[in-house]
């Protein structure tokens, strides 16, 4: 039988390795990012074009490659991070694998510019799935410039997976956004279509936070500082008025490296209870100074996980510094023991001496007599002090408190019989709600339940989109009219959505530097938090491109509806109840919610018996 087991060949080996280092275009970005904070950049310019499907440029000003580099850099696993195996201990750059480049240049139109500070001439590299074209000698400026072009074009199949040009951009945003966060020291650019989306000077952290998320975060985000000996931890933490239902500004870095940790998640989050509301979080910019040696990066190509050799002393210093800053601001509870207990007397008037205070007592007072009132016999000459007008108006304002006491007890009954009985039709259901989350009622044969939260949703979806369909929606203009910042991926969401969100009823307004001002609302959240209302959709738009293919109308009507839905947990009062078991009934498809799941379902006689074994 003859062998079957072949060495494939390098550029199959690329692609199939670049389909975990190269999963979408912001993956791309990513890479060449961090190779350009590597190679020492000071001033990083990143060009998109048709969401990086047809153009990836990042120019920088680093320090170059000679031409044998600039060609070794396209091979598997060949890095200037890292010579042996020790390295991998004690690793302070952004990259290290050397798989990038090779995987990049396996599937897609690469051209690479490079010239180092102290050569005259660059080297110029075109490559196309793995195979070099050409390389020429060329006048370029100082550092690299790498152009990726028609990604993912020897694999289909990888491309008609990507998403809609808005998704895409926003993920290359996001890239973009943790790059730049770390390294407040470097200038960064982004274009977008020769359209500039953001421009980032050099200055401070809190300096590009702002820059990055809104001039709004300036007033309202806490400087956090710990060191100890086995971590140090820095950054910013949100004041708890700027949680938001949606998890956008929270970054988590290990030696300026953007992490996902849900554990540390977790202990900021605690750090912030009873202070935020419950579906709310707090935003936090915070970065882990650690040894190399007590952490593994090595654990997925995107080096996005990472293992701490003690996790559980780090959540406990995360928690308590997090906790620490918030009380130093005086946003929890504490007690100042080096505040001097006194009184704060108002001052004197000039030339006025406290007097010391008087009291009128009668000596012969004798408690034992029969009419304490009554003057001693010993004493005719005294008589009690005559009470001033003041004296007799307070009197008479203690009893007119005490009026009508009598009757508290009818009053009582009264309103509990208004609270429990007022509205109720015995023709209806007699509601009841199970453990704040469903709603019950005893029916012939058996027993009612519907999932509040569901049966809201679908209520919701069908009242906005009848609103929707309405050739004028209905609207509520505010009184005051309320201005919100958005990050820039969101404020491009919010333009590709503004006829909808208008034909929802909001009457928006743009204004400069990613701002909106909200004019007016539908009528039916008219006392609800505009701004919280419009991130909520945002939020719920994004997780269902995520999760579920929906066109662009009924993805909106659907994250309208979840974003205001009652909650599980929530509690109803009996005439909440009934209207929404109303409002449920009369819908046409009332069985399912729009997210696919049971509104109702009945359980029969003959079930509950048989619980009961009878």
Not at 376 to 397: A, F, G
Not at 437 to 453: E, F
Request: overall charge negative; some cysteine.
């Amino acid at each position: 039988m003859s062998d079957i087991i072949n060495l494939l060949p390098d550029s199959v080996a690329n692609q199939i390795a670049a389909g975990e280092v190269v999963q979408r275009p912001a993956s791309a970005v990513k890479e060449l990012l961090e190779n350009a904070v590597d190679a020492g950049a000071d001033n990083i310019k990143l060009i998109i074009k048709d969401a990086g499907r047809a153009l990836i440029q990042v120019i920088d000003n680093g320090r170059g490659m000679s031409p044998t580099d600039a060609r070794m850099s396209f091979e598997r696993h060949a890095t200037s991070k890292i010579k042996k195996a020790e390295d991998l201990f004690d690793i302070r750059s952004m990259g290290f694998r050397g798989e990038a480049l090779a995987s990049i240049a396996a599937i897609a139109q690469v051209d690479l510019k490079t010239r180092q500070h102290d050569q005259s001439m660059g080297t110029h590299i075109i490559i196309e799935g793995s195979q070099v074209k050409g390389q020429t000698e060329i006048a370029t400026q100082a550092g690299s410039i790498f152009s990726i072009k028609n990604l993912f074009f020897n694999t289909p199949a990888r491309r008609n997976f990507l998403k809609s040009n808005t998704v895409e951009i926003r993920h290359i945003q996001e890239e973009f956004n943790r790059v730049a966060l770390m390294h407040p020291n470097i200038a960064f650019s982004f274009y977008e279509e020769d359209r500039r989306k953001s421009v980032l000077t050099t200055g401070s952290l809190k300096q590009r936070i702002v820059e990055l998320f809104g001039k709004n975060l300036n007033t309202k985000i806490l400087s956090i500082e710990e060191k100890t000996d086995l971590v140090s931890i820095s950054g910013f933490v949100g004041k708890p008025e700027t949680a938001r239902k949606t998890r956008g500004e929270q970054y988590f870095f290990v030696n300026k490296r953007f992490i996902k940790h849900p554990y540390l998640n977790h202990a900021v989050q605690n750090a912030f209870e009873e202070l935020v509301p419950s579906g709310f979080f707090s935003s936090y910019f915070i970065n882990f100074d650690i040894d190399p040696k007590m952490i593994d990066v090595n654990i997925h190509p995107t080096k996005t996980e990472i293992s701490f050799q003690d996790e559980r002393t780090i959540y406990q210093i995360l928690r308590a510094t997090v906790k620490m800053t918030l009380g130093k601001y005086a946003f929890t509870p504490q007690l100042d023991f080096e505040r001097e207990m006194s009184f704060d007397a108002p001052p004197l008037s000039a030339g006025s001496m406290p007097q010391q205070p008087s009291i009128q007592i009668n000596p012969d007072y004798n408690p034992f007599e029969s009419n304490p009132n009554q003057t001693s016999k010993t004493n005719t000459n005294w008589s009690p002090p005559e009470k001033s007008e003041r004296d007799l108006n307070n009197e008479q304002n203690w009893q007119q408190m005490y009026q009508g006491l009598g009757d508290v007890e009818d009053q009582v009954s009264i309103r509990s019989n208004l609270d429990t009985e007022a509205s109720i039709d015995p023709s209806q259901f007699q509601l009841f709600q199970l453990h704040a989350q469903y709603i019950a009622s005893p029916i012939d044969g058996g027993l009612l339940l519907i999932n509040q939260r569901a049966a809201h949703e679908r209520v919701l979806y069908d009242r906005f989109s009848e609103i929707m369909s309405q050739e004028k929606p209905a609207c509520q203009r505010k009184l005051f009219p309320e201005t919100v910042e958005f990050s820039p991926a969101d404020m491009d969401l919010i333009r590709e959505l503004w006829d909808e969100i208008h034909k929802l009823g909001f009457e928006l307004k743009e204004l400069n530097n990613n701002e909106i001002q909200i004019l007016g609302t539908p009528p039916d959240i008219v006392n609800e938090a505009s701004s919280q209302i419009l991130e909520g959709l945002l939020e719920q738009y994004k997780n269902n491109q995520i999760e579920v293919r929906l066109d662009k109308k009924s993805n909106i009507l659907l994250s309208m509806a979840k974003n205001l839905s009652v909650r599980v947990g929530q509690s109803l009062r009996l005439e909440e109840m009934q209207a929404l078991v109303e409002a449920l009934f009369e819908c046409d498809e009332n069985a399912y919610c729009p997210s696919g799941q049971k509104t109702m379902l009945t359980i029969g006689i003959t079930e509950i018996n048989q619980l009961f074994n009878y």
